[in-house]
């Protein structure tokens, strides 16, 4: 089992609609979590990050976490083409410890 | 421009050849990631340094080596290539937040294609 798993995608949403992203992950000792963003294979880049459980907005996104059932979400509001991309989460344990990827959501906004 | 260089950005070789990746870390950060990106398998975790030191090992094969240097610039040394190498390999370094959050800002990648 991947420590943190997303379902790949494809999602395709027209302009304008609410998007919901998710990740589960599979270790307990996981404290942070973060969202990047990563176009057409340049390098990933750092939405938002949260520690332990709770919600976060940035914006048009806000990030929840549920340490209880192992669950994050990335919300986007009002999604704009721009904001097709393939959305990555991801966790780690302490804030030296090494980063864990899940496999990424390709994420289509359609104008 | 986040600030993490990498250097060759295209790569294309030979099986069984060797190359080196550079990377230079955004200015005041001491850790340094490697990652590798392929079509099927998302990023995979290779190996970090902070300071010089060896901090942690992922998924990283024997004929890969890496190393972070006093100028705190690390090189990932890739040998005996294979077709299954070619890939995306990104270097990041790293930033705490007041939160404590260990936030990684990646470069732009080195694309390594061998044939």
């Known amino acids: 089992q991947k420590e943190v798993e997303q379902d790949p995608g494809p999602l395709s949403v027209p302009e304008g609609a609410i998007v919901s992203l998710n990740c589960t992950y599979s270790?307990?000792?996981?404290?942070?979590f973060m969202w990047y963003r990563q176009y057409s294979r340049k390098g990933p880049e750092l939405l938002m990050y949260t520690y332990s459980s709770g919600n976060k907005e940035d914006g048009r996104f806000t990030a929840q976490v549920d340490k209880s059932s192992k669950y994050i979400s990335l919300f986007i509001r009002d999604s704009q083409p721009s904001d097709s991309a393939t959305y990555l989460c991801?966790?780690?344990?302490?804030?030296?410890?090494?980063?864990?990827f899940g496999p990424g959501t390709s994420l289509s906004v359609i104008p | 421009d986040s600030g993490v260089t990498q250097t060759p950005k295209h790569l294309i070789t030979a099986t069984g050849q060797r190359v080196t990746l550079r990377c230079s870390p955004r200015?005041?950060?001491?850790?340094v990631y490697w990652y590798q990106q392929s079509l099927d398998q998302g990023l995979q975790f290779l190996i970090q340094?902070?300071?010089?030191?060896?901090?942690a090992k992922g998924n990283i094969l024997e004929r890969f080596s890496a190393q972070q240097f006093p100028d705190l610039h690390s090189e990932l040394n890739l040998s005996s290539l294979e077709l299954g190498d070619s890939a995306l390999y990104f270097c990041?370094?790293?930033?705490?937040?007041?939160?404590?959050?260990?936030?990684?800002?990646f470069g732009a990648g080195s694309r390594l294609t061998v044939l």
């Open positions: 270790n307990s000792a996981f404290q942070y």
């Open positions: 340094y902070y300071n010089g030191e060896e901090r």
């Open positions: 200015s005041g950060d001491l850790s």
């Open positions: 990041a370094s790293s930033t705490r937040t007041p939160s404590g959050a260990n936030v990684l800002t």
């Open positions: 991801a966790s780690l344990k302490t804030s030296y410890d090494k980063v864990i």
